[in-house]
């Protein structure tokens, strides 16, 4: 299932709405586990839209959606100006007056530790999230 | 709906009640609250999140900086989110240890007893 | 909003719950027009699956759904063999005997009738079905 | 869940409670329920519609087919269909003039009466 969304804010929640939906179209698919993909993908789709903002780039955004009986497969792709996952920064540690001068930086990490695999694929040309997830919890 | 926010003041605090999505479309506007409720010199702010389906990264991130506004006016800020799915995000996040999730408004101490 | 899925029936469910969420995204939208909604894309959605099935292409069918404030248009694309739909015979009468032996040939005409304005735009290369409801019920 | 199909036999009739939406996906299912009705000879099938949240052409034209397979065994069909947005995609193909849509089980009289 493929889904071409405007880049706008209002749609994540159609879009969290889609991808949930077709997971349960998989009957082995635990609810609490379409509960973290809809986080994921919204974790992905708002980052995308963010990027494009960020470079004026009002393309849709592609979200692809994938059940394959004990796991589901999500791509969002974007053509923001991508970015090196690999070095994302951690944020200060919770105990630290610091951190709450981070109302951001958490989408990223957060898809790493809910999906069972998430690859990310990026270049001036735009990004590619892809996340994998296990129809059971982790 | 995504996002609404009523406000409903009781004696010694301010309870925000939210109702829909907190999300990349629905923080602007609980972003907004807190920024008035910062603006008119009020002290304890409460976010009602009871009635809240659905919160992500972006909606954390707009409750961290309603603390920091709040704090840095000398307010201060109390959650109250008993839905298990909820609390599950704020608890990925570690904010479970920033925040204590309180299940109810009635069960959030007085702003004195807090400090 | 473009949606791109399997040409199988059980996809349909999910295409009726799309179309219903995107259009529930505009307060004007009438719940009862959002009903007629479902229906309609059900009617051009199957016909769109029925028509690929009988010359055995598998492509996916593609739904644009895009609504604009006062009203929402729909588009069903396939590539089925295509079709005259200026003459799709009319059922028999109700009252007779006869209509009881037609199960199908239902679905054009409720298109014609709950919609606004039904295009149907088709050739051997398969059909597109623009659909255009009116936020209030006609 | 697409459609599921209930089987529950009364004194004189066979009731089938349909749960689902009752579309090209749903009615396979259906069609082979009635199949295995009029083959064993059951004389009087109730549709039972309550719990059908959907229904289109492809389902009424399931529903016109049963009548159909059932009078050539000699038998009836009666449809239980109380919600108004089910029984409008009835009338408006006129299948309302083919089948009394009854509000409840209850309220289907008996073969005999009905014929
Ligand atoms: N799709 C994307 N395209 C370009 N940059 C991205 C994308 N996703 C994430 N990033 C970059 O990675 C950073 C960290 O992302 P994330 O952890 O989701 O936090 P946040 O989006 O809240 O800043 C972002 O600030 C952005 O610079
Ligand atoms: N997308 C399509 N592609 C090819 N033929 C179509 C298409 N839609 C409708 N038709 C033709 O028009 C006929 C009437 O369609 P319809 O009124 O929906 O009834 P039904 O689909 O139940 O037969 C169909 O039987 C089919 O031959």
């Not at chain 1, 986080?39 to 692809?64: F, H, M, T, W, Y």
């Amino acid at each position: 299932m493929e889904l071409v969304v405007p880049a706008r804010a209002e749609y994540l929640q159609l879009v969290r709405a889609i991808v949930g939906a077709t997971a349960g179209l998989e009957p082995s698919m635990d609810p609490g586990r379409v509960a973290d993909l809809r986080l994921v993908v919204s974790e992905a789709v708002s980052n995308a839209i963010k990027a494009q903002a960020s470079v004026g780039v009002a393309d849709p955004i592609l979200v692809r959606c994938e059940p394959s009986g004990d796991r589901i497969v999500v791509e969002v792709a974007d053509h923001g100006p991508g970015f090196d996952a690999g070095s994302v920064p951690d944020l200060p540690p919770v105990e630290t007056a610091e951190r709450l001068d981070h109302e951001s930086g958490l989408g990223v990490s957060l898809m790493r530790r809910l999906a069972d695999e998430a690859v990310v694929e990026s270049g001036p040309n735009g990004t590619v999230v892809r996340l994998t997830l296990g129809s059971r919890g982790r | 709906m995504r996002l609404d926010v009523h406000r409903s003041p009781r004696d010694d605090r301010v309870v925000l009640v939210l109702v829909g999505e907190l999300d990349l479309a629905g923080a602007p506007r609980l972003r907004q609250a807190v920024v008035a409720e910062a603006a008119a010199g009020e002290r304890h702010v409460v976010l009602d999140l009871t009635a809240v389906d659905f919160i992500d990264s972006t909606g954390l991130g707009v409750v961290v900086g309603a603390l920091r506004r709040l704090r840095t006016h000398d307010g201060e800020l109390s959650v109250v989110c008993p839905e298990p799915r909820l609390r599950r995000v704020f608890e990925m996040c570690d904010l479970d240890r920033v925040f204590t999730l309180h299940g109810s408004v009635d069960e959030v101490p007085s702003e004195r007893e807090t400090a």
